[in-house]
């Protein structure tokens, strides 16, 4: 089984300043995280993903994340806000490939996270 | 398309009505994925089709719902008698092959049952 547990259902920030979105995951073995962000009436779009390969991963817009099997995290960074980056983010856990059982690539979101920036 | 389209945007039902809710998926890809959002929560998992085949169906919360694939292309998620739980967004995803690969998810329907 699979979980993931988003730590703040909301963030507030003001323009310019760090952002921190804290996410932890729970896995039966090595899982596949990644970051969504949700604008309003949008789509999802994928910010970055972390499958196995470097723990510090970088995806689009400047944000990053570090996945710690340690603390079974995967905290989603950006060293200074937008405006633009105001929007609900998710932290998702997919079973890996091949895992056994049904590993087709089924993913579990968490309860998101509301991020306002302030001018 | 270049995208994942979903129809309609928004749909109203009557409590106890019949919906049918579309997903075109992006050309060629394999797998094809159905979520729920409800209000101020994440999206959950519904069902999962591998081309024509409706591979996992766990997450459909009751036997009302219904989805299927016949082609392997369009698809589409039935629920029958309405019921003013079933208010949520419905999100469709597909991906080229199976395995944490390139998903795209569409805009959704909004369902809102009065």
């Known amino acids: 089984a699979q979980s993931v547990t988003q730590l703040d259902s909301h963030v507030s920030v003001s323009e310019g300043t760090p952002v921190l979105l804290r996410c932890n995951y729970s896995s039966s073995y090595s899982p596949s995280l990644f970051w969504y962000v949700q604008h309003p009436n949008k789509g999802l779009q994928l910010l970055l993903k972390y499958t196995s390969a470097a723990t510090l991963v970088k995806g689009i817009n400047g944000f990053e994340a570090e996945f710690k099997k340690s603390e079974t995290s995967f905290h989603l960074t950006k060293p200074s806000a937008h405006m633009s980056d105001a929007a609900e983010y998710f932290c998702v856990v997919s079973d890996a490939p091949n895992a056994g059982g049904t590993s087709y690539g089924k993913l579990t979101f968490g309860q998101g996270t509301i991020l306002t920036v302030h001018p | 398309g270049a995208g994942v389209s979903q129809s309609p945007r928004y749909k109203v039902a009557k409590r106890g009505q019949d919906v049918a809710l579309r997903c075109d998926p992006i050309?060629?890809?394999?797998?094809l994925f159905w979520y729920q959002q409800a209000l101020g929560q994440g999206p959950e998992f519904l069902t999962y089709?591998?081309?024509?085949?409706?591979?996992?169906k766990s997450g459909l919360p009751s036997d009302r719902f219904f989805a299927e694939r016949p082609e392997g292309s369009v698809s589409t998620l039935k629920i029958q008698r309405t019921q003013q739980e079933d208010s949520a967004v419905y999100l469709c995803?597909?991906?080229?092959?199976?395995?944490?690969?390139?998903?795209?998810f569409g805009s959704g329907t909004r369902l809102t049952v009065v």
């Open positions: 089709f591998q081309n024509e085949a409706q591979l996992d």
């Open positions: 995803a597909s991906s080229p092959r199976t395995g944490n690969n390139g998903y795209t």
């Open positions: 050309s060629g890809h394999v797998s």
